[in-house]
């Protein structure tokens, strides 16, 4: 008797409201036989222009993967802001802004995002020359500076960093006496250190640690600074309408991390620099 009780209760658990509607980005997808991403067009290694076989890009590879999962097509659209991502999706031109989005209350209110499938921190780039010598005759066994709150006892550092980014807001918050100049691209934030106006550069973790695939001779006189200050959840961002095209997402998402494939994919372009071309 209870096992009829609980097969009836699971029946109408189903099929109420929430658990029977239909997705209309997803009818458009499979009707069409077609999904529309767009991606972030400055933003190596999660999109590449003109990039080697096998190596389109972190996000190009996760949209690839979704497309393949929903078995059709993918169209890609490189972008450059925020708003464009938006803009984008409220039109119906893309189904997923999927270009390395770190969500937040702001910009919740122009998208919806999915659940993270990367958690990445505010990180940095620091002039070895503007930090204190280690001690002389001593063998240094724990590094003295892990993540940027460190540097709060390091007087007289400046930072560059992209203009109106969660990693500015970061440092305004975190250091608000400090010397905070922001740029309107990541390359001109960085700039400013190669040309020392600066003392360090900050970027989410996953810049750095692209930057420095890029280019290792970074290391020599910059210290990577990556440990976690804070949760940044870098998110697939979609149109405010379809609340079960999200679900759908979510649940792809989840499978995509729980099978390591997640994993894979980051140390391919993090972990590895086969992906950057040589000059």
Not at 190 to 201: G, I, Q, T
Request: proline share 5%; glycine share 4%.
């Amino acid at each position: 008797m209870s096992g009829i009780i609980i097969w009836l209760s699971l029946i109408l658990f189903f099929s109420c409201p929430v658990f029977s509607q239909t997705s209309p980005t997803l009818d458009k997808i499979k009707k069409t036989k077609l999904l529309t991403i767009s991606v972030n067009e400055f933003y190596d290694p999660f999109y590449i222009e003109n990039p080697l076989p096998d190596y389109p890009g972190l996000d190009v590879e996760l949209g690839q993967e979704y497309a393949k999962f929903l078995d059709v097509d993918l169209r890609i659209i490189p972008l450059r802001t925020f708003d464009q991502h938006a803009r984008n999706l409220e039109k119906g031109d893309t189904q997923i802004a999927l270009a390395g989005l770190s969500s937040s209350i702001a910009r919740f209110k122009d998208v919806y995002f999915t659940e993270p499938y990367l958690v990445s921190t505010p990180a940095g780039l620091v002039s070895r020359s503007s930090l204190p010598p280690e001690p002389a005759g001593q063998i240094v066994t724990v590094q003295l500076f892990r993540n940027l709150g460190d540097l709060q006892n390091v007087a007289g550092i400046s930072y560059s960093v992209l203009s109106n980014s969660s990693n500015h807001h970061y440092l305004k918050e975190t250091f608000p006496k400090a010397q905070v100049y922001s740029y309107f691209t990541s390359e001109a934030a960085l700039n400013e250190l190669k040309k020392n106006n600066v003392n360090c550069f900050v970027a989410d973790s996953f810049y750095i640690q692209a930057l420095l695939q890029k280019d290792s001779s970074l290391r020599a006189s910059y210290l990577p600074i990556l440990g976690v200050v804070q949760e940044d959840h870098i998110s697939m961002a979609v149109a405010k309408k379809d609340l079960e095209f999200i679900y759908h997402l979510n649940f792809f998402i989840k499978e995509y991390k729980r099978t390591g494939k997640m994993q894979k994919l980051v140390s391919k372009y993090f972990k590895s620099n086969q992906w950057v071309k040589k000059e």
